[in-house]
């Protein structure tokens, strides 16, 4: 059974930083594609960021690129994703993701229905 273990969420000022971290148990890790989501209360799930099974790979939202980054460590089972220069528009449940795949070139990266599970999610709030 998988299961993926976000932390790191919490309150933070704008312009502020948080390192989300979600380590997975039941997959093979090394193998897969890991990503976030996000979801902000009264709206749908946004995609943030996606990793390759090596860590080469990366895909971020427009609105994230140059302020987050995602990364890796296969031999933790785990994946990060480094925010900074936080607004309040990134408050919202951040929900790590994997598929069954080491990355695919097509727009399906992007929509959550392409993701065989997800975290609970941990919150992340930016205070104005």
């Known amino acids: 059974q998988v299961q993926l273990i976000e932390s790191g969420g919490g309150l933070v000022q704008t312009g502020g930083s948080l390192r989300l971290s979600c380590t997975a148990s039941?997959?093979?890790?090394?193998?897969?594609?890991m990503g976030w989501f996000r979801q902000a209360p009264g709206k749908e799930r946004e995609f943030v960021s996606v990793i390759d099974w090596s860590g080469f790979n990366t895909r971020y939202a427009d609105s994230m690129k140059g302020r987050f980054t995602i990364s890796r460590d296969n031999a933790e089972n785990t994946v990060y994703l480094q925010m900074t220069r936080l607004k309040p528009e990134d408050t919202a449940v951040y929900s790590c993701?994997?598929?069954?795949?080491?990355?695919?070139?097509?727009?399906?990266?992007?929509?959550?229905?392409?993701?065989?599970?997800w975290g609970q999610g941990t919150q992340v709030t930016v205070s104005s």
């Open positions: 039941g997959l093979t890790f090394s193998s897969v594609l």
């Open positions: 993701v994997v598929r069954n795949v080491r990355w695919s070139y097509g727009s399906d990266l992007y929509s959550p229905r392409n993701y065989d599970c």
